[in-house]
């Protein structure tokens, strides 16, 4: 039996908050840098900037990835039709967004890829989020509804006017969004452990907004907070269960990109001409 001297110890706890600091800081530059500050949302951001593996980065100003659009300000909009907004895609399901329809810039159209949200709001789905964990993997792991929610996406992006800019987004900017951003960022050949980053900064930027959000769930669907908590929460362990799932039937992730949404190795060539520098 080996005991941890006092001396150890404390070097181990100077490497953990060195460690805490190091991405704590990270996280605040970064929300300096891509959050972009609107009155209406919390989690609109700019992707623009991510280096990838060959050493080019996403464009500024072209990808922007968000939460729900429908609180926007007129200030809002008019700050978004300056970045020339061209389509904006809406992974939400109907209840979603017939109670919460989004507010467009002008020159914008609005594109709804409602695949495997349709029942968002039903008995049987709230009654689901009884069991977070294994809800929360099980809604990541699903490949099902993904062809037909991203692959008009991406046809549209290899297609698109390219001095336009475009939106994706949810209700959070977490959970659909967050898989359209990973599937993008490994399209133009990021990172795993960036795309991993990029997802998790959900958590530094709907912190205040999510705890608003769970005192209503804790009351409005008989939820403890540890629960609500769960539901809202960006977890690696979630996005991971996309990546497993994505291996283990197709064996990469590029295999899977080409397979079922499309992009072949020549329609990611154009997609990086399209939105790398």
């Known amino acids: 039996m080996h005991l941890i001297s006092d001396g150890m110890r404390k070097q181990w706890m100077v490497v953990v908050f060195i460690w805490w600091f190091n991405t704590l800081n990270a996280q605040l530059t970064d929300s300096l840098v891509r959050r972009v500050d609107l009155e209406g949302t919390v989690n609109f951001r700019d992707m623009g900037g991510y280096m990838n593996k060959e050493g080019k980065k996403i464009k500024w100003k072209k990808l922007f990835r968000s939460d729900a659009l429908n609180k926007l300000s007129g200030n809002d909009t008019r700050r978004l039709q300056s970045y ?45 989020m009884q069991n977070p964990d294994s ?27 390219t001095s336009a800019a475009i939106i994706f987004h949810c209700t959070a900017g977490k959970d659909r969004t967050g898989i359209a951003a990973a599937l993008l960022l490994s399209a133009l050949n990021v990172d795993e452990q ?84």
């Open 84 to 128: 020339s907004i061209k389509y904006v895609f809406d992974f939400r399901g109907p209840a979603e967004f017939k109670s919460a329809p989004d507010i467009l810039p002008v020159g914008a159209t609005w594109v709804s890829l409602p695949a495997g949200s349709e029942n968002i709001g039903s008995n049987d789905y709230i009654k689901s």
């Open 135 to 161: 809800f929360m993997l099980a809604f990541y792991g699903n490949l099902k509804p993904f062809k037909e929610r991203y692959r008009p996406f991406f046809d549209t992006l290899l297609v698109a006017d």
């Open 194 to 277: 960036l795309i991993f980053e990029d997802y998790l900064a959900t958590n530094y930027y709907r912190e205040q907004e999510n705890k608003r959000i769970i005192t209503v769930m804790t009351s409005r669907y008989n939820l403890d907070k540890l629960k609500a908590e769960k539901l809202l929460r960006a977890d690696r362990l979630y996005l991971k269960a996309t990546f497993d799932a994505i291996k283990l039937s197709y064996g990469s992730v590029a295999n899977y990109l080409d397979k079922e949404l499309g992009l072949t190795k020549e329609k990611l060539v154009l997609l990086k001409s399209r939105y790398l520098e």
